[in-house]
């Protein structure tokens, strides 16, 4: 345990940060401040899908499920990374892609699929990122997945209307991560936990998280 790798996967949330086109300003002002009262204290603006978060049902489906609606153990599962860095701008992600490691995957577990594109996190050529084809969704709904993350904006296009994963991974309760980080630290040929919990808000249709991998161990001596 004391050498098990820890990966944070997370963007760390600070004002002006990016985000969805139309979403809510991100700031971080000082409420309180050393200099002027009894402690530090800072008010946070922003939205549930600001940074790196996780989306419920609810954030595409009226009667979907909440965030709340989830136990804490649902945010927390092994997984798999599938290599994508070969994807190129607004390029969807096609069953074929994902093919090669589905044989590892066993139902309830997590699928990571790792572009690389989170190094263009803050420029405008982060928008045009690759995005998952319905039928790219459709089959990883019916291997079982518990959740889907990806190291981009958005599971579908950001630069025109077209919303098919989305309603394919949350219309079977297939959790949403978006806008992970580092993700270039984790090997395609290991297994990881994640753990992609968000900040416990009541009945929202997501929420920002710290997510974490960890490398699982093997047994014998430690790279």
């Given at each position: 345990?004391?050498?098990?790798?820890i990966?944070?996967?997370?963007?760390?949330?600070?004002?002006?940060?990016?985000?969805?086109?139309?979403?809510?300003?991100i700031?971080?002002?000082?409420a309180?401040?050393?200099?002027?009262?009894?402690?530090?204290?800072?008010?946070?603006?922003?939205?549930?899908?600001?940074?790196?978060h996780?989306?419920?049902?609810?954030?595409?489906?009226?009667?979907?499920?909440?965030?709340?609606?989830?136990?804490?153990?649902?945010?927390?599962?092994?997984?798999?990374?599938?290599?994508?860095?070969?994807?190129?701008?607004?390029?969807?992600?096609?069953?074929?892609?994902?093919?090669?490691?589905?044989?590892?995957?066993?139902?309830?577990?997590?699928?990571?699929?790792?572009t690389?594109?989170?190094?263009?996190?803050?420029?405008?050529?982060?928008?045009?990122?690759?995005?998952?084809?319905?039928?790219?969704?459709?089959?990883?709904?019916?291997?079982?997945?518990?959740?889907?993350?990806?190291?981009?904006?958005?599971?579908?296009?950001?630069?025109?209307?077209?919303?098919?994963?989305?309603?394919?991974?949350?219309s079977?309760?297939?959790?949403?991560?978006?806008n992970?980080?580092?993700?270039?630290?984790?090997?395609?040929?290991?297994?990881?936990?994640?753990?992609?919990?968000?900040?416990?808000?009541?009945?929202?249709?997501?929420?920002?998280?710290?997510?974490?991998?960890?490398?699982?161990?093997?047994?014998?001596?430690?790279?």
């Open positions: 345990m004391k050498n098990m790798k990966i944070d996967l997370t963007h760390p949330i600070r004002s002006g940060m990016m985000s969805y086109p139309g979403d809510p300003e700031k971080l002002t000082e309180l401040t050393h200099e002027k009262d009894y402690c530090h204290v800072d008010l946070l603006h922003f939205g549930s899908h600001t940074g790196t996780i989306d419920a049902p609810y954030h595409f489906l009226k009667d979907g499920k909440r965030i709340s609606d989830f136990p804490v153990s649902r945010f927390i599962g092994n997984g798999i990374v599938i290599d994508l860095q070969h994807k190129k701008a607004k390029e969807a992600i096609l069953p074929e892609d994902l093919q090669p490691l589905l044989g590892q995957l066993r139902r309830g577990d997590f699928v990571v699929l790792q690389g594109w989170y190094r263009k996190f803050g420029r405008p050529e982060y928008l045009d990122h690759p995005y998952i084809s319905g039928a790219a969704a459709q089959l990883l709904v019916d291997r079982g997945i518990s959740i889907i993350a990806v190291d981009f904006l958005n599971v579908d296009p950001t630069r025109w209307e077209q919303w098919e994963a989305h309603p394919v991974f949350l079977n309760d297939v959790l949403i991560v978006e992970l980080n580092n993700t270039l630290e984790l090997r395609p040929e290991k297994q990881y936990d994640f753990f992609f919990a968000p900040i416990s808000l009541q009945d929202s249709d997501g929420g920002p998280i710290r997510a974490v991998a960890a490398e699982k161990q093997t047994g014998g001596d430690d790279e």
